[in-house]
């Protein structure tokens, strides 16, 4: 039975246009036929990259699908979603913060958890970005945990040993910056 509804599920789905794709469609297809079905969906032209910017955005709607499918990720989607993580948390960060335990539950325990606030928030910012971009970013986030208050304090703390931590590196000449920029 769980294997016709994931199909009739699938079926349905595949019909939508990848415009149509909501965190609800998304959450469906995955509590319907799993976290594998999830990234079938996922796959559909452009599902990805509206994923990705939904989760940037801080929109609670998309972070909430998370737990449902990321453990699941590759390397690459990891790292794609991890970068997402940390702009949500210029927008977002108490959402953000409450959603990562949620993830972590679902990882294999044999698996390192680089869903966790551990390491996301030194500054879990990819270093294609400018230097103007990424000391931009640091701002926006501290500012941003600074607001929520006790919640945001250890996150903001390990942010500023990152950004402290990349300085260093950078006096060393360690760090070479990208050419893409933030915000």
């Not at 989607?77 to 539950?105: C, M, V, W, Y």
């Not at 701002?139 to 250890?154: F, N, Q, V």
Request: glycine share 6%.
């Amino acid at each position: 039975m769980a294997i016709k509804t994931s199909l009739i599920a699938l079926s349905l789905f595949s019909h939508m246009s990848w415009a149509s794709l909501t965190p609800d469609a998304l959450r469906h297809v995955a509590e319907t036929g799993g976290a594998d079905q999830a990234w079938v969906t996922l796959k559909q032209p452009d599902a990805w990259q509206l994923l990705l910017s939904g989760v940037a955005r801080g929109e609670p709607a998309w972070l909430t699908t998370l737990p449902l499918f990321a453990a699941k990720a590759n390397q690459t989607q990891r790292h794609e979603l991890l970068d997402s993580l940390a702009l949500s948390l210029t927008t977002n960060p108490a959402a953000t913060l409450d959603i990562l335990p949620d993830i972590g539950k679902t990882i294999d325990k044999s698996e390192i958890n680089l869903y966790d606030w551990q390491y996301l928030c030194p500054g879990f910012i990819s270093l294609d970005y400018t230097k103007e971009s990424v000391v931009r970013y640091y701002d926006s986030a501290t500012e941003a945990l600074r607001k929520i208050g006790d919640k945001g304090k250890a996150c903001m703390t390990l942010m500023y040993e990152g950004r402290d931590e990349l300085k260093e590196e950078e006096f060393r000449g360690k760090v070479t910056w990208g050419t893409k920029t933030w915000p």
